[in-house]
């Protein structure tokens, strides 16, 4: 496995390679995070990971400067699961001069997550677009616990005529159900045991959904209310289209529940996709 670190060494390696399936990555890699790999290595020849905490998609009050950096380990873990290149870029090499161009998304990327991180997903969606612009990848896979984000990199692909296909990879789970996820081990023991009570009440309001409950308004707010009285601070709890993250017409098949909240100093987002009978 070769570690790249600028782009211009990237580029002399990849010169004549085909068939590239890319997973980006903020490293301090999990299961979550080598299953998308593996979707990586079905789709395509050769799996090139990128690591690279991008601070364009951080907010100044926000975990930026504390996020778990472990190249090493990282790049053990994707040496096993058989990827062919990891790139590491440096701030430097990535941002030469201030990013004054960025990517418009639709309006939904203000919602959900974007509502509570201004900026979050124009961040993010611009250094995805320079990574694909380096490293030219026919797939892309993504996490679909961050599936506001898979949504709008699916939009920018699309609108922009990338010639990149957008895959979905499955939230990988701990045994109690919490999403696995790098901010996970800012938790201590008592939130970490709390932690799956978010899980708990997407799946709680699955059920409502499944069991004919209409009032998305209600297991939204009941859901709220019961997290708060937990101790979380909550921003939100919302039913939303999958096609499309916008509210459900009453007939909408195919739903996801998506939330975040806080548990003391940790934010953590969920989410979960419900298929209704018609
Ligand atoms: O999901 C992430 O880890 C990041 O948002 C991404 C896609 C690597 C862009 O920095």
Redo the contacts with the bound molecule.
Sequence with gaps: MLVTHTIAELRAHLRGVTGIAFV???GNLHQGHLDLVQIARQHGQFVVVSI?V?PL?FGVNEDYSKYPRTLEQDCKMLEQCGVDMVFAPSERDLYPQPQRVTVELPPVANELCGAFRPGHFRG?AT??LKLFNIVQPRIAV?GKK?YQ?LYLMRQMAAQLNLPVEIIGGETVRASDGLALSSRNQYLNLAERAEAVFLYQNLVGIRLAIMDGATNFFKLERQAMEVLSARGWQVDYVTIRSQANLAEPTAYECNLVILAAAWLGKTRLIDNLEVLRDG
Aim: proline letters at 8%; a negative charge.
């Design positions: 980006p990555t903020m690279f991008n998609q993010a250094v995805v993504f961050d984000q």
